[in-house]
């Protein structure tokens, strides 16, 4: 399946929230044809851009995530491309409004649930250090909150890398929790 152009993808999108039940079934047919391999990244381009309305950020948000629950351990997703979906997902979490992300936050729960990238780990340290604003940190809780339930019930190798997680993470939220205090 080629790769589709952003503009195309916001078309079908649009097409696909009409109050036409023929438009609306032709878009959502066309969409999942082409929600493909690279065409999840081109999905991310619509959630992260500036100029698209809340509507179209929406929709697009529930088909990545729906499309990442169908792929991502189907074998159907190239494995190349989860590393970048991920970082890309990770980058989007503290940028976009609450409904879009509780889409991308699922779609990073079935990230992580696979594989905890260190970048993962890098990325909520490095919102809690910045700490500049309530939606970082707010965003770099709700990413770790995913992180800790992945290992909720296990033991043995899997408690040793949470522990070297939490042993990263929670010195940073000292910090920010000290700093909360010192404000109020």
């Keep these: 399946m080629a790769s589709v152009s952003l503009e195309q993808v916001a078309d ?5 929230m009409s109050p036409s039940p023929d ?28 100029d698209v309305e809340l509507d179209l950020k929406q929709i697009a948000a529930i088909y990545l995530k729906n499309s990442i629950k ?7 997703l190239d494995a190349s491309l989860k590393p970048p979906m991920t970082s890309q997902l990770l980058q989007l979490v503290p940028a976009v409004p609450a409904a ?15 594989h905890t990238s260190p970048d993962v780990v890098k990325q909520i340290v490095m919102w809690l250090e910045a700490g500049n604003s309530g939606e970082t940190v707010m965003a770099a809780l709700k990413v770790m909150r995913i992180v800790a339930r992945k290992y909720e019930y296990r033991d043995g190798e899997d408690v040793a890398e949470l522990d070297a997680i939490v042993a990263a993470v929670f010195p940073k939220l000292v910090d920010v929790f000290h700093a909360g205090l010192a404000d109020v």
């Excluded at 079908?12 to 696909?16: I, T």
């Excluded at 438009?23 to 500036?50: D, K, P, Y």
Aim: proline share 0%; with cysteine.
């Design 12 to 16: 079908l999108l649009r097409g696909a």
């Design 70 to 76: 169908r792929q991502w351990y189907s074998g159907v």
């Design 100 to 114: 879009v992300q509780d889409q991308l936050l699922e779609c990073l729960r079935v990230s992580i649930q696979e």
């Design 23 to 50: 438009i609306r079934s032709e878009a959502e047919r066309m969409l999942e044809g082409t929600m493909q391999q690279a065409n999840l990244l081109t999905l991310l381009q619509v959630i992260g851009g500036r």
